[in-house]
């Protein structure tokens, strides 16, 4: 589990499953305020609303896991903190480009759910409580919903035109 | 899972938000350092960090450490000071490889030998980015820039090699391509008692080479944990830091299995052991004086 630091996932309650679902949320939030913020300074209006747009979204999902918590667990300690995850389901910062298109920004979010899915599908395995278990196979099929749901946003936009490619940013060293 | 930390990783993190263009490798070192800092858990206000001019020097401002934005090459004797001045600090520098190999190269040598405690953190994107891609001192040979149209006549600064063989105690590298690693070793680097270095492979993606970034590295990286490196031994690491511009190693090329004291723990050493024998002020030229 490359994308984690000093997580035993066998030992792992669902507790601290939900509070790791709960902080893979919050980090992807995180991710496209930042991506927005970075499409706003760059005057890329479509891309910044598109990320508002999936901060949203990534916060209900954050907000709904962590209210699960604290029914169930309330106010009990968290062993599982954000330095211990790295990109779950946060779009990687290298995928972002200054002048990138709408579709581009669809395609980073796209990328990230089924990134998302890939680590659900991956700690499944390696859990041992079957309560945590079917919380990660539970979660993994909503990245399968919330994937076809982006790319069905996708196939309703137009393909990129060369202009659009063309404008990406060429690096000037060669 | 492990002890809980006393500071979280959101802790170190500023409310100013990071400018540099979007996809820049700096982002995921920023949140590496975080990680780090997240797992050493010493306060914000115990660690100051200090840094050069480049668009990497700009690091300090995005944590919520004591930061000092200062002079283009001089992040490393500024750093010095402060550790001379308040050794009970968490001293980090960071910069960029013009900052750090070019004008800022004369003293990273002494910086090594001093052995001060303090961590040096390199964004070696081989280009000088903020001023719009010309050449910096690990630029490949051959590369062509705004300042080199046909192409670069000039042999790359190799910074592993250099502060390896100046006798550094603590060298590694990482990317942004393998967050959980980059923050392992800039963790080892800051526990490291003594002058610590990580180079990170922090692409430009506005002015650095197709196969330089992330996606590449991704690709292409080799974590010296898989090729069983010995990192005890320094010549083994010397041998591997040769191949730096040509293979992406990432890991702890060389740790001291038995670091010597630090400058500013002798320091302290003398001046305790000097306590109560302080020569009076009227009598202190007399030290100088042939008699």
């Given at each position: 589990m490359e994308k984690t630091r000093s997580i035993d996932f066998s030992k792992l309650t669902l507790c601290d499953a939900l509070d790791l679902a709960t902080i893979v949320e919050e980090e992807a939030k995180e991710r496209y305020g930042e991506f927005a913020h970075q499409m706003e300074i760059h005057h890329n209006p479509d891309a910044a609303g598109f990320f508002k747009f999936m901060l949203k979204i990534e916060a209900l999902h954050e907000g709904r896991l962590a209210d699960r918590r604290r029914q169930l667990f309330g106010d009990a300690p968290r062993?599982?903190?954000?330095?211990?995850?790295?990109?779950i389901e946060a779009p990687e910062y290298d995928e972002v480009r200054a002048n990138m298109t709408h579709r581009q920004a669809l395609e980073t979010a796209l990328n990230a759910e089924k990134k998302a899915f890939a680590f659900f599908d991956e700690a499944a395995k390696h859990v041992k409580d079957s309560e945590v278990q079917a919380l990660f196979v539970e979660l993994r099929e909503e990245e399968i919903e919330h994937a076809g749901l982006v790319e069905k946003e996708i196939s309703k936009l137009p393909p990129d035109s060369p202009t659009d490619v063309d404008d990406e940013e060429e690096p000037v060293a060669h | 899972m492990t002890s809980l930390p006393t500071f979280q990783a959101k802790d170190f993190k500023s409310d100013l938000k990071p400018i540099w263009?979007?996809?820049?490798g700096d982002f995921g070192v920023v949140q590496a350092i975080y990680r780090a800092l997240a797992g050493i858990?010493?306060?914000?206000?115990?660690i100051a960090f200090v840094s050069g001019i480049g668009?990497?020097?700009?690091?300090p401002g995005y944590t919520?450490?004591?930061?000092f934005n200062s002079v283009h090459g001089r992040a490393l004797p500024i750093a010095q000071g402060i550790k001379m001045a308040k050794p009970d600090l968490l001293v980090l520098v960071a910069g960029g490889d013009g900052d750090g190999f070019?004008?800022?190269?004369?003293?990273v040598a002494h910086a090594i030998r001093r052995n001060l405690d303090i961590t040096y953190i390199v964004m070696d994107n081989q280009i000088y980015g903020l001023t719009k891609g010309q050449l910096s001192p690990t630029s490949p040979r051959g590369l062509k820039t705004v300042t080199s149209e046909y192409g670069s006549l000039e042999e790359p600064v190799n910074p592993l090699l250099y502060v390896l063989a100046y006798g550094a105690n603590f060298v590694a590298q990482g990317t942004p391509a393998d967050m959980a690693g980059l923050a392992d070793v800039i963790e080892q680097a800051i526990r490291f008692p003594g002058f610590s270095f990580v180079n990170v492979q922090s692409p430009c993606v506005t002015f650095g080479q197709e196969e330089q970034q992330v996606k590449a590295h991704r690709a292409n990286m080799k974590s010296l944990p898989s090729l069983e490196h010995d990192p005890t031994n320094r010549l083994a690491a010397m041998d591997l830091a040769q191949q730096y511009g040509r293979s992406l190693h990432t890991g702890v090329f060389y740790k001291n299995p038995d670091p010597p004291p630090t400058l500013d723990a002798q320091v302290r050493e003398r001046q305790h052991n000097l306590e109560g024998k302080a020569i009076p002020r009227e009598r202190i030229l007399d030290m100088f004086v042939q008699k």
């Amino acid at each position: 589990m490359e994308k984690t630091r000093s997580i035993d996932f066998s030992k792992l309650t669902l507790c601290d499953a939900l509070d790791l679902a709960t902080i893979v949320e919050e980090e992807a939030k995180e991710r496209y305020g930042e991506f927005a913020h970075q499409m706003e300074i760059h005057h890329n209006p479509d891309a910044a609303g598109f990320f508002k747009f999936m901060l949203k979204i990534e916060a209900l999902h954050e907000g709904r896991l962590a209210d699960r918590r604290r029914q169930l667990f309330g106010d009990a300690p968290r062993k599982v903190r954000r330095e211990m995850i790295f990109d779950i389901e946060a779009p990687e910062y290298d995928e972002v480009r200054a002048n990138m298109t709408h579709r581009q920004a669809l395609e980073t979010a796209l990328n990230a759910e089924k990134k998302a899915f890939a680590f659900f599908d991956e700690a499944a395995k390696h859990v041992k409580d079957s309560e945590v278990q079917a919380l990660f196979v539970e979660l993994r099929e909503e990245e399968i919903e919330h994937a076809g749901l982006v790319e069905k946003e996708i196939s309703k936009l137009p393909p990129d035109s060369p202009t659009d490619v063309d404008d990406e940013e060429e690096p000037v060293a060669h | 899972m492990t002890s809980l930390p006393t500071f979280q990783a959101k802790d170190f993190k500023s409310d100013l938000k990071p400018i540099w263009c979007p996809g820049c490798g700096d982002f995921g070192v920023v949140q590496a350092i975080y990680r780090a800092l997240a797992g050493i858990g010493r306060a914000p206000h115990d660690i100051a960090f200090v840094s050069g001019i480049g668009c990497s020097s700009r690091i300090p401002g995005y944590t919520t450490a004591y930061g000092f934005n200062s002079v283009h090459g001089r992040a490393l004797p500024i750093a010095q000071g402060i550790k001379m001045a308040k050794p009970d600090l968490l001293v980090l520098v960071a910069g960029g490889d013009g900052d750090g190999f070019s004008i800022g190269g004369g003293h990273v040598a002494h910086a090594i030998r001093r052995n001060l405690d303090i961590t040096y953190i390199v964004m070696d994107n081989q280009i000088y980015g903020l001023t719009k891609g010309q050449l910096s001192p690990t630029s490949p040979r051959g590369l062509k820039t705004v300042t080199s149209e046909y192409g670069s006549l000039e042999e790359p600064v190799n910074p592993l090699l250099y502060v390896l063989a100046y006798g550094a105690n603590f060298v590694a590298q990482g990317t942004p391509a393998d967050m959980a690693g980059l923050a392992d070793v800039i963790e080892q680097a800051i526990r490291f008692p003594g002058f610590s270095f990580v180079n990170v492979q922090s692409p430009c993606v506005t002015f650095g080479q197709e196969e330089q970034q992330v996606k590449a590295h991704r690709a292409n990286m080799k974590s010296l944990p898989s090729l069983e490196h010995d990192p005890t031994n320094r010549l083994a690491a010397m041998d591997l830091a040769q191949q730096y511009g040509r293979s992406l190693h990432t890991g702890v090329f060389y740790k001291n299995p038995d670091p010597p004291p630090t400058l500013d723990a002798q320091v302290r050493e003398r001046q305790h052991n000097l306590e109560g024998k302080a020569i009076p002020r009227e009598r202190i030229l007399d030290m100088f004086v042939q008699k």
